[in-house]
Structure formats: structure tokens, C-alpha cells
């Protein structure tokens, strides 16, 4: 266990120092001149030359590579990401500001994924083979499929407009949450019915179940109790995945729907070239995927110690 | 790599068997497999031979706005008066294409990068695995639009942000393939003859490499699809008037109120065929093992690990 | 059995979507017959969507006045329903020969923190547009702002210009109350005053209950920003907002057909204008030539953009100022666009073939124009102009930049060959738009690119020191002669109503010629 949590640990360092060059990376690589693009958008005119250069030395860019990638790190560490080329707003401030209605959205689908994937999935492996199974395949198999924001818009028509039962777009109720995290619910929910599915089929396979079955105990007690363990590991491993699936769909799903998150912001700043804000997203997005994989990875060695020990 | 190891069905002093035959066996006895296998087949031919069967030019701008579907315009037409089913046609060399030019690349990438660190070893493996490691420690979508947005919107700009991200799960892979493969006693009797590694490299290690990843590949055009498709809805891909179908179902939008046929025809269009590529793929990935099939995740997406199953 | 559930649900849920027609939007289906009273003045709060935040990214000097105006600051002189001059901070205007105006200031005005309106307040706000150099083609400059006594001003422009009290009805001549700055919190004299400010997501004013004229009928007037125009739409759909600005043309049809919302165009107003890079080297050099101009002017078809794209709420026009403000001369300037023959004649003739692609080539070099397009410019407008371009064998690289810093930026920049804009007039100045986009004299950044030479220079001089407007109309008109039958310096093209749209339960409503100058006074809502 301890040379385990010892790999992990390396592989979060590794992680960090990664995530942390290929951001600094993408600053590098932007093109045009940081100091140019300033000093312009405050100015409204093309900047002068003695301008640009006092802004290039403010902003640090006049050393080597090394000095800045240190600069912007220690920056960073402190919590300080820059300012929006665009926005005049600290780009910390923006996502502060919305992260946490990105972490409510996300919540939520997670937690509709949850509601809607594994029901559908039990309900497959215990009817396998039949109607209801191959219904509850091809909806998976559908979620999985459909793009979120094609799905965005057929439910934005049939629930919204046609319907009218909840709200279009926007932010300010909990009926605003509904559209956006139901699409967004869906890609996980997939993935979560087959791994259900077949979490199920394995445990009502086992002897003891069928000893169990035929002693009359229920079918469902043996169920919960059984596939909960048998499913634990994949569970876990299929939530860090969803985690990188509800960070990246957040991105079309909160500007389809005007939902004013951090992936919101992240499209606006893409299509502004407004790369501080870019990076910013991209670095704090990556920091999240990274702790909780993680943290994932540990609880999965313990999980395993437990069920190798046990089993 | 317990899992695909199985799928490589080995035979005779370890070598692996061609993948075909049971995959040839699933796609006969399964439904869903054949239904996919025939949209696959429907959109590669639109990919081969769309713009010569389009009825129109697709770029021709008329009067005649959102019409309604005819003779003339089997899908109608949309807010410029262009015919919809024309589009389509030029568009799948452009979405299907790029996706399926991706998924070369990532294949072509990741066979070279993981052979070189699963059969060199040493320092070279350890740091081209941290290089993944790093790469996939970064959420997909978010990497690959941070990377297409560096450029001008176009579509070569969607593919580099996607094979960015892409490449490394497939590294990873054939490492491992690499890794077991090395072992075997065919590639060790190999060795004994006198053949040089690179001649063992060539002859015997990357042609056993190559069909589980070609396999895993085709697996992953459907997601491939999908991100591509998203990035250009996002305005990353090529400009208008081209006719990508994640940028036809942008540009429908606006009418979306009034003639929500401009946006749900593309919308099916990428449907169908991310559901095409998924059905086949599952009975691909069904075939090989059913029972461990089921546990598969793709290698893009898993990153790390795959799950264990536990011993009984 | 849950099999059936989902089934049952499934049929619901399609015949909801496939049956109905115009289910959105609130209840109240029948049209009254008597007309609605106004709600109490605590419902009287209004939201309107708008086309992003546009004060994000200016240094907040105009927050609140420019280009979405929320009614909070006003101007010495006002622009009426036909734009022309009326007075409102000043009361009276005269000029004193050669080139003074001497304005006469309203009385007992207050501003928004209590202080008096007066000659000072005046001085010190003109201070701070030169320094800001807010002051366009007025030639205000740091001294030409007198106090004669404490109601009356007199300002002398640096050069002759009798326009002055058409162009000082524009928003950037807004009356700030002294000591004040408006970047964070605008302090002036107008029917509404600030709230607050959200960036990026609201600017919210209230009634000023001590405003000098009529006070408006609502109590609190929010402008919501939301960038995509489909989000607006669907915003208005939904309820969540009481209005949208900028309604796209293709969704008037599906407004119409909404019995619980209505559209609102404003009289064509805004005139979309090309013009040309005329002074950069390779490879931006390509419209240096005269004919390649012409030629693009004849492969473009301005009615149809009007008629089709459009569907007739714009017109094609020839000049570059809307003939409205220019009156009945304005017919003396003749078409310069759609003749797609004489288009091909002429770049056959100079030698460019046509490629394999549709797109002309002469020695190895495409005629391909790299044109930057505002960021709220119609998109599908752009595709129906490159189709027309092509026709001809010329290939037009849109580019639609991403907000307004990046297509000023572009353009800036000198790196592109033909610009695609729409300009508003906003004034009844015959000479704005002339003095705007190519007059050498202008300081913008974009003169250096677009100008067209001293003889249209001069007419633009003469155009501004003209006596009155139907005497600058005439030189304006000259000078659009020359610029565009002479120079081929801008391609003009169509005139376009500017469309919101509301529910029907606002009232009072009336679209004025130039959005920048909305008023927002006589509006309420009745449910």
C-alpha cells in the first residue's frame, strides 16, 4: 500500500509539473505580442513603440523562457493568473466569480447521471434480453451518440418552447439548472447504465446469488448488497473519467444554454483570443482533474486492499 | 495489459492470431453490429463520393430560403437558399474525412511514440510515458480547444487540437502491447536467429501491434466525430460558407424558432453517424471478448488505467 | 410495467412537440379590444437584451451612454424623430460668425448627485471628452470651450465646422457632473439614473424622480447583455426578458408569428458601407488598383441583399449616408454596383483568368481580399456577399472579428484590403459619415488606410463650414461623387432598419432613427 500511494503521489507531481508547462506553454505559444495587445486595448489606438516596450518589461516578457515560466509559476501559486486582455478583470476574480456556478451545474448532472444511469442500468440487466433491455441499450447507447448540443436544442424545443415547462437559457432559479444539467447528465448517464449493466449481470450470475434466488430471498436485497461491491472499483474509475467529460461538456453546454460558468467564460475568451482567461481556465480546470483523479487513484488502492483482503 | 492481451487471441508460440475471423463471426450473427456496419459503410461512401452525387453546387446561394423539401431539394434548402442535401454530402468528406484522418494520425502517432518506449526501455521509455502522462492529465475538450484556438478558425486547427490530445492513450497502448510483446517466445526465437531488434522492431513486434490499435482506432470515430463536430460548432472550424456539419448546425441557429429543420438535419446527419461508427465498434470490441469487452474503456479516456477485475 | 411508463411518457412528449403551434411566451392569447392600463409603478421594471457588454472593453468612459444608451446622461443638444437638432441641456444655439456657437443652458437642472447643471459643468465634461479624445470630427479641442456666465457657453471648433450642434447631439458629448468620473459610476442629468453595473451581465438605471423634463413612466430599465443572438431570441421567447435589440432579420418571421410578441424596426437607418485599403504594400496592395475596385462594386447586387436577405425591410442605396438626411439630391448619385457583365469584361481584360477553384489568378497571385467584418455585422449577410463576390471570380475572405477591440485592432492594423461595416447616422448632419470613414483630416486610425485625396478632403471641408444643412447636403453629395464615381473609395450598399422586438404588454414604444439615441421615456408596461 505505502509503494502505492508513493507511485500515486509521483504521478501527481509529474501531473502538476505538466499541467503547469503545457499552460505556461499555450501563453508562449498565442500568437501576437502580449504587451502590443495590452497596451492597444487600453488605448484604443495602435499603440506607440515606447509604450509597447515599458509594457513588454512590466509584464516580464523581456527575459528568457526559464525566468518567465518561474514568474508566471510563483504568480500562480499566489493565486494571481494575470488580467484578461479583454475584460480589465483579474482573471482570478472572473473565475472566482464563476466557478462556483460551474461546480453547481456540474453537481447536479453528476448527480442526474447517477439518478438516471443506474436505474436504467438494473432495470436492462434484470430484464436482459428483453424489450425493456435492448430499450435501455439503445437509450445508452443514444446518450452516448447524440451531441450535446444537437440534444440541447431538442430539448430546448420540446421542453422550453413547446412545453414551457422549464426555462430556455440563463441563471437566477433552480428550474434554470434543469435543461442544462439533464444535457449534460446524459453523456455519463450512458457510460453508467453499461457499467450498471453489466456490474449486475455479473453478480446475478454468481452461485451464491442463484442459491439465494432459489432459497426465495429477494432478488432485490441481493442486488444492492452484491452489486454495490462489485461495482465499487469500476464506479470509481468511471467518476474520474465523467469528472473530465463534465469539465470539458461544460463548455458547450453552459454556452448553449447562457449558463454564466467558468466554461462560459472559457468560449468567450476562445473566441476573444483573450488568452490570460484561457489559460487561467485551462490551468485551474486541469488543477481539479488532476486532485481528484488523485484522490480517486487512493481511494481505489484502498478499495482494492480491501476487497483483495477480504475476497 | 491483461485486457487486450486477451483480445489478441493468442496462438501458436504466443503470436497473435489475426483479429478478423471473430469479428467477421460477431458482425454475421449480431443485429446492432450489421446496422452499424451499414451506416458505416453509407457514410464512407458519402465521404468517397459525396460531392460528385450532390444535385447541387453547394456554395450556390438562391432565392428560394428555407424551402421545404422537393424533387429538387431533397432536404430542403436553408437561410441562403442553398440545398441542405448538397451540403451534407460535400460536408461528410469534411467531418467524417477529418475524423477519420484523426484517428489515422493518432494511430500512426502512437505506434511510432510507444514502440519507441516500449521496445527501447530505459530513460526513453520513462520520459515519453511522463510526456503522456502529462498530456492526458489535462481534460480532453478543454486542451483541444485551448490548442485550436492558438490558430486562425480552420479545420487543419480543430485536427491539431484534437490529435494533441489524442495521441497519448494511444502511446500508452502500444506500450504495453510492446511491453508483453517483447517477451514472447516468437520474438525471443527471433532474437536467438540472430535477427538485429530493429529487424525484429519491423518484422515482428509493429505488425502485431498494429491491428489491436487499428481496432481501438475505429473504436474512437464516433468520439472523434463528436469532438470534432463540437469544436467546429464552437466557430473553431473552417469559416462560412463551408459546409462542416458542426458548423452548418451553428450557422442554423438563428432560425431555429422558425425552421428548426436547419438545425436538427445536420444534427441527425453527425448523430447517425457517431451512431454508426459506436454500433460497429461495439460489436468489434463484443467480438474480441465478450465478458472483459464489457470492462473496456477507451484508451483516450482512460488514461492511466484500465479496471481490474478482481480474482476470484 | 415500467416499460409502459416510459412509453406513456415518450407519447406525450411527442405529441407535445409535434401538435401545437406558438406555444411559448405567457397565457393571454386574446387581444383586448380596450386599450390595457398601465401596471403600478412597482411592476414598471423593464429588460431588454442587448448584443453583449460594450462597456467592457472601452475604459468605461462611456458606461451607460454609448453605444447602448440607458437614458442616464444627455447631451447639450438633442437629435428629434427625423434627427433633427432640438434642444436639451441647451436651450438655445447661435452662431456667432466666423466659427463660435454660443449655447444657452437650461435652468434648475440637477444632476444625479444634486449638483447644478451650469456653464462650469459643461467646460469641465468637454475637458475630459478632448482628453479623452472622444470628440470625433467635431474639432473640439482643449481650448474651445468658453464660460461666458454660468448659462452660457461658447464653444469654437479648431477648424470650421457649422455642424456642431448636429454632431454634439452624440452620446460622447454627454454632460458629466463635474469632478465626476464615469467610469464606474456615470453622475449626469438624464430621466434615468445609474444603478449598477455587472460586467458582463447587466447595467440597471432607475427614474430620476428629479428630472427637469417628462419623467419617464418606468420605474427601473435594466439592459441584459447576451452575446449570441440565438440566446436573446430565446431569452425574449421564454419570458425571461421583456426585449431584445438587434433582432437578427431571419427571426422577425417567427416574432410575427408570435401573438404575444411584436417587432419594433427603426426607420432604415444605418447604411452598410465598403471601404478599401488604399495605401499599404504587398500583399494588402491588391486595391490600389481602380478596376479591381470597380470590378467588386459590379459584382455586388445590393437589391437582392436587401430584398432576400433581408426580406425587404432594408433598401439598396447609393450613397454612403442614408438619403433620408441628404433629401432629394441624393438621386443624383448613380448606382456603382450590379453589372456583373461589365464586372467579368473588365478582370478578363486585365488579364485575370479564372481558376480551377471559381477564383481569378494572374501571375501566380489569387484575387483573394482579406475583409474584416464588425462582430455584431449580419453573419449570413456575409455569405450572401461572398456568393455575390464569387460570381465574379472573386474571392472575399470574411473575417468577423470577435468584438469590437478586435476588428478596430484589425483594421488598425493596415492588414486587409476591403472593410465591411455599417455605420449609423446619428445626427442630421449631411457630412457624418463622409467625415467619418475617408476624410484625411479625421484622426482615427483608419483615415491612414482609407482616404481618398485632397479634392474630396477639400469638399468635406467645405461640407462641414457649410451655412446650413441643406447647403452641407450639397457638398456632402459632391464629395460622395468623388468618392465614389471618381475614387471607387467605398462600395455602398444597403440601408437597414435596426429591430427590436418586444412583448406586447410593453407599450410606448417608439424606435428612433438611431439606436445609439433610444429614448426610453414614454415606454410601460401593461402586464
Redesign the interface.
Known amino acids: 500500500m505505502k509503494r502505492y500511494v508513493a507511485s500515486r503521489v509521483a504521478w501527481l507531481l509529474v501531473a502538476l509539473f505538466g499541467v503547469s508547462v503545457i499552460t505556461f506553454g499555450l501563453g508562449v505559444l498565442a500568437p501576437g505580442d502580449p504587451a502590443e495587445i495590452v497596451v492597444e486595448r487600453r488605448l484604443n489606438q495602435p499603440p506607440p513603440r515606447d509604450l509597447v516596450d515599458a509594457e513588454r518589461r512590466n509584464l516580464g516578457l523581456d527575459r528568457s523562457l526559464p525566468v518567465q515560466y518561474l514568474n508566471w509559476l510563483s504568480n500562480a501559486a499566489r493565486g494571481d493568473l494575470g488580467r484578461s486582455w479583454l475584460k480589465s478583470i483579474e482573471v482570478s476574480d472572473a473565475l472566482r466569480q464563476r466557478i462556483p456556478r460551474t461546480a453547481v451545474l456540474a453537481f447536479t448532472a453528476a448527480a442526474f447521471s447517477i439518478v438516471i444511469g443506474v436505474p436504467v442500468g438494473v432495470l436492462a440487466a434484470t430484464r436482459r434480453n428483453a424489450l425493456a433491455d435492448h430499450v435501455c441499450r439503445i437509450g445508452a447507447l443514444l446518450g452516448a451518440s447524440l451531441p450535446s448540443y444537437f440534444l440541447a436544442y431538442v430539448l430546448i424545443f420540446v421542453f422550453a418552447v413547446r412545453l414551457n415547462a422549464v426555462p430556455a437559457f440563463g441563471f437566477g432559479s433552480p428550474a434554470h439548472l434543469v435543461l442544462p444539467a439533464v444535457t449534460l447528465a446524459l453523456g455519463p448517464a450512458a457510460v453508467l447504465t453499461r457499467l450498471t449493466r453489466s456490474a449486475v449481470l455479473d453478480v446475478l450470475d454468481e452461485d451464491y446469488v442463484r442459491t439465494a434466488k432459489a432459497k426465495g430471498v429477494r432478488q432485490r436485497t441481493v442486488l444492492y448488497r452484491h452489486v454495490l461491491r462489485n461495482a465499487a472499483i469500476p464506479l470509481l474509475t468511471v467518476s474520474g473519467l465523467s469528472l473530465g467529460h463534465l469539465l470539458g461538456g461544460s463548455l458547450i453546454v453552459e454556452w448553449v444554454f447562457a449558463w454564466p460558468g467558468m466554461g462560459d467564460l472559457a468560449i468567450g475568451a476562445i473566441h476573444d483570443r483573450d488568452y490570460p482567461l484561457i489559460q487561467g481556465f485551462v490551468l485551474f480546470s486541469a488543477l481539479v482533474y488532476v486532485v481528484v483523479n488523485f484522490a480517486i487513484d487512493l481511494a481505489y488502492g484502498w478499495l482494492d486492499a480491501r476487497t483483495r483482503g477480504a475476497g | 495489459m491483461a485486457t487486450v492481451e486477451a483480445g489478441l487471441d493468442l496462438g501458436h508460440a504466443g503470436a497473435p492470431r489475426p483479429l478478423a475471423r471473430p469479428i467477421l463471426r460477431k458482425l454475421a450473427s449480431d443485429l446492432t453490429a450489421r446496422i452499424g456496419l451499414v451506416l458505416v459503410v453509407l457514410f464512407l461512401v458519402m465521404v468517397a463520393a459525396g460531392p460528385s452525387l450532390a444535385p447541387h453546387d453547394p456554395?450556390?446561394?438562391t432565392?428560394e430560403?428555407l424551402a421545404t423539401p422537393s424533387l429538387d431539394h431533397p432536404l430542403g434548402t436553408d437561410?441562403?437558399?442553398r440545398d441542405v442535401f448538397s451540403r451534407l454530402l460535400h460536408g461528410a468528406r469534411l467531418t467524417l474525412g477529418t475524423a477519420l484522418l484523426a484517428a489515422a494520425l493518432v494511430t500512426a502517432i502512437g505506434l511510432v511514440v510507444g514502440t519507441l518506449a516500449g521496445y527501447a526501455g530505459g530513460v526513453v521509455d520513462a520520459l515519453l510515458m511522463?510526456?503522456v502522462?502529462?498530456?492526458l492529465?489535462?481534460?480532453?475538450?478543454?486542451?483541444a480547444?485551448?490548442?485550436a484556438?492558438?490558430?486562425e478558425p480552420s479545420l487543419v486547427a480543430v485536427m491539431l487540437g484534437l490529435v494533441t490530445i489524442w495521441w497519448a492513450g494511444y502511446a500508452r497502448v502500444v506500450r504495453g502491447l510492446v511491453l508483453s510483446l517483447r517477451s514472447r517466445p516468437f520474438v525471443e526465437a527471433a532474437h536467438a536467429v540472430g535477427a538485429s531488434r530493429w529487424r525484429i522492431l519491423a518484422r515482428h513486434v509493429l505488425p502485431s501491434a498494429v491491428s489491436p490499435v487499428v481496432v481501438l482506432a475505429t473504436l474512437d470515430v464516433?468520439q472523434l466525430i463528436?469532438v470534432i463536430?463540437?469544436l467546429t460548432?464552437?466557430?473553431?472550424g473552417a469559416?462560412?460558407?463551408t459546409p462542416e456539419w458542426?458548423a452548418m448546425?451553428n450557422?442554423g441557429?438563428?432560425?431555429?424558432?422558425?425552421d428548426?429543420q436547419v438545425?436538427?438535419i445536420p444534427?441527425?446527419a453527425?448523430?447517425l453517424a457517431?451512431?454508426g461508427f459506436?454500433?460497429l465498434g461495439?460489436g468489434i470490441r463484443d467480438a474480441l471478448d465478450p465478458r472483459l469487452a464489457?470492462?473496456v474503456?477507451r484508451p483516450r479516456?482512460?488514461?492511466?488505467?484500465w479496471?481490474?477485475r478482481?480474482?476470484? | 410495467m415500467r416499460i409502459r411508463v416510459v412509453v406513456v411518457v415518450l407519447l406525450l412528449v411527442a405529441g407535445a412537440a409535434c401538435g401545437g403551434d406558438g406555444g411559448g411566451g405567457s397565457a393571454s392569447q386574446g387581444a383586448s379590444t380596450t386599450a390595457p392600463a398601465a401596471l403600478a409603478f412597482e411592476q414598471q421594471n423593464i429588460t431588454v437584451a442587448t448584443p453583449g457588454d460594450v462597456f467592457i472593453t472601452r475604459d468605461r468612459n462611456l458606461l451607460g451612454m454609448w453605444p447602448d444608451n440607458a437614458n442616464i446622461c444627455e447631451t447639450l443638444v438633442g437629435a428629434g424623430e427625423n434627427l433633427q437638432p432640438v434642444p436639451a441641456l441647451a436651450t438655445r444655439w447661435t452662431l456667432v460668425p466666423p466659427n463660435t456657437f454660443r449655447f444657452e443652458l437650461r435652468r434648475d437642472v440637477r444632476f444625479h448627485n444634486g449638483a447644478a447643471f451650469n456653464a462650469e459643468a459643461v467646460q469641465y465634461s468637454m475637458a475630459r471628452i478632448v482628453d479623452k479624445r472622444l470628440a470625433l470630427t467635431s474639432f473640439v479641442g482643449a481650448d474651445s470651450t468658453k464660460v461666458i456666465d454660468e448659462f452660457t457657453v461658447e464653444i469654437t471648433p479648431t477648424q470650421p465646422n457649422l455642424r456642431l450642434p448636429e454632431q454634439i447631439s452624440h452620446p460622447n458629448f454627454s454632460i458629466v457632473a463635474p469632478g465626476t468620473v464615469p467610469n464606474d459610476k456615470p453622475v449626469c442629468t438624464g430621466p434615468f439614473e445609474f444603478v449598477e453595473y455587472a460586467p458582463n451581465d447587466h447595467l440597471t438605471a432607475r427614474r430620476y424622480e428629479n428630472y427637469w423634463g417628462e419623467k419617464p413612466k418606468l420605474r427601473q430599465l435594466t439592459f441584459k447583455f447576451i452575446p449570441d443572438q440565438n440566446t436573446r431570441r430565446l431569452a425574449l421567447e421564454s419570458g425571461d426578458v421583456d426585449g431584445v435589440y438587434f433582432l437578427p432579420p431571419q427571426q422577425a418571421a417567427s416574432v410575427k408569428g408570435r401573438p404575444n410578441l411584436k417587432l419594433a424596426p427603426t426607420p432604415p437607418g444605418a447604411a452598410v458601407v465598403l471601404s478599401f485599403n488604399l495605401h499599404t504594400d504587398a500583399p494588402y496592395n491588391l486595391m490600389q488598383d481602380i478596376d479591381l475596385r470597380r470590378a467588386l462594386a459590379w459584382s455586388l447586387d445590393p437589391k437582392a441583399l436587401a430584398d432576400v436577405q433581408w426580406q425587404g425591410t432594408a433598401q439598396a442605396i447609393n450613397t454612403v449616408s442614408p438619403p433620408s438626411v441628404l433629401g432629394a439630391i441624393a438621386s443624383e448619385i448613380p448606382p456603382i454596383t450590379n453589372d456583373l457583365p461589365k464586372a467579368t469584361a473588365l478582370l478578363d481584360q486585365k488579364g485575370w483568368r479564372v481558376g480551377g477553384d471559381g477564383i481569378r489568378e494572374k501571375d501566380g497571385r489569387k484575387l483573394s481580399l482579406v475583409a474584416p467584418a464588425q462582430f455584431d455585422f449580419e453573419p449570413e449577410s456575409l455569405q450572401f456577399l461572398q456568393a455575390q463576390a464569387r460570381r465574379a471570380g472573386i474571392d472575399l475572405k470574411v473575417e468577423k472579428a470577435a468584438d469590437g477591440a478586435a476588428y478596430s485592432s484589425k483594421i488598425n492594423s493596415g492588414n486587409w484590403d476591403v472593410d465591411i461595416n455599417y455605420w449609423n447616422q446619428n445626427d442630421a448632419n449631411p457630412a457624418s459619415i463622409v467625415s467619418r470613414l475617408w476624410y484625411g483630416k479625421n484622426t482615427a486610425a483608419r483615415i491612414k488606410f482609407t482616404n481618398v485625396g485632397a479634392k474630396f478632403d477639400a469638399l468635406v471641408d467645405e461640407a462641414l463650414a457649410a451655412p446650413d444643412t441643406a447647403a452641407s447636403a450639397r457638398k456632402s453629395v459632391d464629395a460622395m461623387k468623388v468618392l465614389l464615381q471618381e475614387q471607387v473609395g467605398a462600395i455602398p450598399l444597403t440601408s437597414f432598419p435596426q429591430i427590436f422586438a418586444f412583448k406586447t404588454s410593453v407599450a410606448g414604444f417608439t424606435a428612433h432613427p438611431s439606436v445609439n439615441l433610444q429614448p426610453w421615456t414614454s415606454t410601460y408596461r401593461t402586464g
Open positions: 456554395r450556390q446561394v432565392v430560403r437561410g441562403l437558399g511522463r510526456v502522462d502529462m498530456v492529465a489535462i481534460p480532453g475538450l478543454v486542451l480547444l485551448a490548442v484556438g492558438l490558430f464516433g463528436l463536430s463540437g460548432f464552437l466557430g473553431l469559416p462560412p460558407p458542426g448546425l450557422d441557429r438563428v432560425y431555429f424558432l422558425s428548426p438545425v436538427l444534427g441527425l453527425i448523430s457517431v451512431l459506436n454500433l461495439d464489457r470492462l474503456v479516456a482512460l488514461g492511466r488505467r479496471p481490474r478482481r480474482a476470484r
